[in-house]
Structure formats: structure tokens, C-alpha cells
């Protein structure tokens, strides 16, 4: 998902994720909280704030359906 994006998730990038979402960010939140933190470029692009947020749920073993991602 994300290698579109050019962008490679690591663990501590999938918590800060998942902090922001814990926070009620939006996936479009999220994404323009990625640029900023780590130089992507999405501009805020709602696709992009979705697949980190799927993926980092992914990747730390939860479900993003469940508390705190949903």
C-alpha cells in the first residue's frame, strides 16, 4: 500500500499513527500530520492518511476496526 506513497513504515512511525487516530485525526488529518513529520507530500491526501492508517494497524497486530482506530 504504501510503497505508492514512497513511503516505508516503521514501527514507531505506526504508533505516532496511531496516536493521531486515538486523537480523532481524520485519514486526511493524518496524512497532512505525515508531511509534516516525516517530508511526504501528500497534501493532506485522504487515500494516503487511509493507507497509513491501515497499514500501521497492520503492522502493530491490531484490528482497524476496533478502539482506538475506530
Known sequence: MLE???LIL???MARQVRRWRADSY???A????ADQAW???SQGNQ???RDL?????RML???PDADPWN
Not at 53 to 57: C, G, R, S, T
Open 4 to 6: 505508492a506513497w514512497r
Open 10 to 12: 516503521t514501527t514507531g
Open 26 to 28: 481524520t485519514w486526511r
Open 30 to 33: 493524518i496524512g497532512a500530520a
Open 39 to 41: 517530508g511526504t507530500a
Open 47 to 49: 487515500l494516503f492518511g
Open 53 to 57: 492508517y491501515l497499514e500501521a494497524a
Open 61 to 63: 497486530g491490531e484490528d
